[in-house]
């Protein structure tokens, strides 16, 4: 008979079988990451509808979790609603769950050199494969649309929470079909942070003490180079300030993804 492995951490997606497998999951004690991709559950208490099941299961088992969100202040209003529901649903420690956020960045030596960067990047996304790629996520031929029309006053019935994230990369501002379709190419919706490594880490620094964010996980801009450019330049700068690790607290994903 084959030996049975009890995981050491379990990172699923939020959908109806994540759910469960969460469930599962910390009923045996293990930890559970769960994959949330930018829904708000606070903003669904703001308008009194029915929470995201994926915030409700996340706040009763998960030990992290990732979510894309576009803005800090996007970061904060979820932070706060996870601790309420942690506190006064749950009876569990606020904070006792690791926020891990998205993020891009574009890094050089120079400000300047760095904005040249991340234009270049922008160049290479053609608008037609943009359109395309949004389409296939939300449900809707983009193409057929003005590129002018507020994407505000668009209904989609795709996946609403990724939409959330178009909604609020300008904290609400307007935002046309064209606009919107660059920002889901580049990341989906999350922050990209472009400047020199002080510029980054000082955004980074925002996002951990005013969003609440425990740490971040970096999607790439470009490869090679954008990861390797962190790891260089940003990296260094995050450990002089007493903000990124200079050794692993353990020898397992667990150990190491949930050390203070």
């Not at 669904?44 to 029915?50: A, E, Q, R």
């Not at 803005?71 to 569990?92: C, G, I, P, Q, S």
Request: net charge negative.
């Amino acid at each position: 008979m084959a030996e049975q492995l009890t995981p050491d951490l379990c990172v699923i997606g939020a959908g109806s079988g994540g759910l469960s497998v969460a469930a599962a999951a910390a009923a045996l004690g293990v930890p559970v990451v769960l994959i949330e991709k930018g829904r708000m559950g606070g903003d669904c208490l703001n308008v009194g509808c029915v929470p995201s099941k994926a915030m409700i299961a996340a706040a009763r088992h998960a030990e992290a979790i990732f979510a894309v969100l576009p803005t800090v202040a996007r970061m904060r209003h979820y932070t706060d609603d996870l601790n309420n529901r942690l506190h006064n649903k749950f009876n569990r420690k606020p904070g006792s769950v690791k926020l891990i956020f998205g993020v891009q960045t574009v890094v050089g030596d120079t400000r300047e050199e760095a904005q040249a960067k991340y234009e270049r990047i922008k160049a290479y996304i053609p608008p037609e494969g943009a359109l395309a790629w949004m389409s296939g996520h939300f449900g809707l031929d983009f193409s057929k649309f003005d590129l002018d029309e507020h994407i505000q006053n668009i209904e989609v019935p795709g996946i609403q929470g990724l939409f959330e994230s178009i909604l609020y990369a300008r904290d609400g501002a307007p935002i046309t079909v064209r606009e919107a379709a660059l920002i889901y190419a580049q990341g989906m919706g999350m922050p990209v942070l472009v400047g020199t490594a002080s510029d980054v880490a000082d955004k980074l620094e925002v996002f951990m003490d005013e969003g609440g964010a425990d740490g971040f996980m970096l999607i790439a801009t470009y490869t090679p180079g954008c990861f390797e450019e962190f790891v260089d330049l940003v990296v260094p700068e995050l450990q002089r300030r007493g903000r990124y690790r200079t050794a692993y607290a353990g020898t397992t994903l667990r150990e190491n993804l949930l050390q203070d």
